[in-house]
């Protein structure tokens, strides 16, 4: 997920704008395309497996193949785009942007900021919700990749059952190569997702209008009254089909995730236009083909649309297709990994810019192997498209209804709306998803526990992170010397001032950082500038350049920098020097030394946090990235002093 700097104003469009704001048609087209690539993907492979899923006789949430069935199960599709995708994620949900980011994390911290701030159980509960949200999303990362490349692949059986034997190694090959490419960038061969998608796009409205051909009365499905019928009339079987049902809107939450790269209004006219139309019609064609042939398409109703001389060419567009919508999820572990990152709840991991002219083009090795390992593994487990739908859905609906939860949160301070107004309109939308996630809870036991499983592990290792971070912030300032007291303890003693700018990293704003403690203590001398650097991350997604930096001079040549970046920046500590020189300070980089503290942390009793929890906290903060490589601090000019920190 590609996020562009420097286009972004600060509603969230994209910045090549008319006087009157309107992006000109011409540039809006492109973005549009640009858009159908990243944000489509996921949703626009859903009708690989969906409408199987409900009829397939191999699928254990299968119902009937009767004409009230597909009339019902097509009603409640076609409703649930209507609702889930039209109404609640383009309509309102996108209102949310925090200042043109989008995301359930992105969304938690604006909902935060909006908050007040003396409700400490509401902030924590906030907090709390976000990163479920988003713990279950690197679990859907690892599924989305192996079910779309895998029901895509499954296309073969339709063509011919001989070759049957090639579609686990097919696929498992396919999943290699896409996540080998991860750490070249994808920005060259991602110019041709948008064409690619928009092609896949055009098959499936094309197919489905040739499926529709064989029982036009198919579009009755549009009256809701079908999909009600089903669901009071087919009992628990009905309800435990929603979950499939419900796979036709996954891939939803991408339209706010990336709505940071494109604008809401290209994300808007890409789903009216193009990706809604084409999903309904492919939809509908199924329905179609289902009534006149049977249980005889119901193993495969998405590639039985396809006449047999074009049968290779869709197994081949929609394989990659799959490959494509895997990218976006991919792209989107990255892009959550650094936000996570910034926000202070996960460690510092090695983050790679593969692209000098986007910004948001990372790749982070860790995360590109660890969701490549469960992808492939998923795959060799699960053995087919039938058995991973089992475990796809629950993590999705669940982030869902974190996303709905946190936004009936902050809507009252986000739009000013009453709360009569919040209950009636985002109330429902709510009831929606909960009986969504209800229905996706019966996949518990056949595959929906590993994403819960995953999400577990994962909010786990956030959470402890986090309360490591503030223990060992803790007990830092707890040691801390005021800095007024250091400074004037200086002008007293007057120790010996080498020539030179020395530079200290520092966490608190008020404290003196340790790394000098020790440094005078040991060393018995002071720079003659010595400047206290803090690195403060806010709630927003940037921050202006021009608002970045601030310095105050102290007394005895001591300078305290703060530089403030949002959760999409990437810090850049010779940057911020650069900028400091140009406000008057002589601080050249050949003549700076970089003091860091080496903190050695020691596990002890069970005080602030579990002991096996302070335990897993050592373990990340030892294979945390090096703050030098992080921060971008030349490695030739840091002198590292160790110390120890009991937890």
Aim: a positive charge; glycine letters at 8%.
């Amino acid at each position: 997920m590609a996020t562009k700097e420097s286009p972004l104003d600060q509603t969230g469009e994209i910045s090549i704008t008319t006087m009157s704001g309107e992006p000109p048609s011409r540039k809006l087209a492109l973005i549009v395309l640009g858009a159908l690539g990243v944000v489509y993907g996921d949703i626009g492979t859903s009708p690989l497996y969906a409408v199987k899923e409900c009829f397939d006789p191999a699928s254990p949430h299968a119902v009937p193949v009767t004409d009230a069935n597909i009339l019902g199960v097509l009603s409640l599709v076609f409703w649930a785009l209507a609702v889930v995708i039209s109404l609640k994620y383009v309509v309102f949900v996108m209102r949310a942007d925090n200042r043109g980011e989008g995301g359930v994390l992105s969304l938690m911290a604006l909902v935060l900021r909006k908050s007040d701030r003396s409700h400490a159980h509401m902030r924590w509960a906030i907090v709390a919700m976000g990163l479920i949200g988003a713990a279950l999303l690197y679990g859907d990362g690892m599924i989305t990749p192996a079910i779309s490349v895998l029901s895509a692949v499954e296309g073969i059986n339709v063509a011919t059952s001989r070759l049957s034997h090639v579609i686990l190694p097919l696929t498992v090959a396919i999943l290699a190569l896409l996540f080998l490419v991860q750490s070249h960038g994808t920005h060259k061969i991602g110019r041709m997702f948008g064409p690619i998608v928009l092609l896949w796009f055009l098959v499936m409205g094309a197919l489905g209008v040739h499926g529709m051909t064989h029982d036009v009365t198919v579009l009755r499905a549009v009256n809701p009254l079908h999909g009600l019928s089903f669901l009071f009339h087919g009992g628990w079987a009905a309800f435990i089909a929603l979950s499939s049902v419900f796979l036709c809107v996954t891939g939803g939450e991408a339209l706010y995730a990336d709505m940071g790269h494109f604008g809401r209004r290209p994300i808007r006219l890409g789903w009216y236009f193009v990706a809604l139309p084409a999903l309904l019609l492919n939809y509908f064609g199924q329905g179609a083909l289902l009534l006149h042939h049977g249980e005889r398409v119901a193993t495969n109703p998405f590639f039985h649309l396809a006449p047999k001389w074009a049968l290779v060419p869709v197994v081949v567009l929609a394989t990659t297709a799959a490959a494509i919508a895997s990218q976006a999820v991919i792209s989107g572990a990255f892009s959550l990994t650094r936000q996570a990152i910034s926000l202070g709840f996960l460690p510092r991991f090695e983050i790679k810019h593969t692209s000098s002219e986007e910004i948001g083009q990372i790749y982070v090795p860790q995360v590109n192997w660890t969701l490549a390992i469960f992808a492939i593994a998923l795959v060799l487990t699960f053995k087919s498209s039938t058995a991973l739908a089992g475990a796809y859905g629950l993590a999705v609906s669940l982030t869902m209804v974190m996303t709905c939860v946190l936004l009936f949160l902050g809507a009252r301070r986000l739009w000013g709306w009453s709360m009569i107004l919040t209950g009636c309109v985002l109330g429902p939308l709510l009831v929606v998803d909960l009986v969504f996630l209800g229905s996706n809870f019966t996949k518990l036991l056949v595959g929906g526990w590993f994403p819960l499983v995953m999400g577990v592990i994962i909010y786990t290792l956030m959470t402890t992170w986090r309360r490591g971070r503030e223990l060992t912030a803790q007990r830092l300032e707890d040691r801390a010397l005021p800095v007024d007291m250091f400074i004037a303890d200086v002008a007293q003693r007057k120790p010996t001032r080498v020539p030179g700018v020395s530079v200290f990293m520092t966490g608190s704003l008020s404290g003196t950082p340790v790394a000098l403690l020790h440094n005078v203590k040991n060393n018995h001398v002071v720079h003659e500038t010595v400047v206290l650097l803090s690195i403060r991350t806010e709630e927003v997604p940037h921050v202006k350049p021009r608002e970045r930096i601030t310095v105050e001079s102290l007394e005895q040549g001591f300078h305290r920098v703060t530089a403030r970046y949002g959760f999409m920046d990437t810090p850049d500590v010779q940057q911020v020097l650069d900028h400091c020189r140009s406000m008057g300070y002589n601080w050249a980089m050949g003549k700076t030394t970089f003091f860091l503290g080496r903190t050695t942390l020691i596990p002890k009793g069970s005080a602030g946090m579990a002991l096996w929890r302070k335990k897993i906290f050592v373990v990340m903060s030892r294979n945390a990235e090096r703050a030098t490589a992080f921060f971008r601090i030349p490695p030739g000019r840091v002198v590292e002093l160790g110390l120890q920190v009991e937890l």
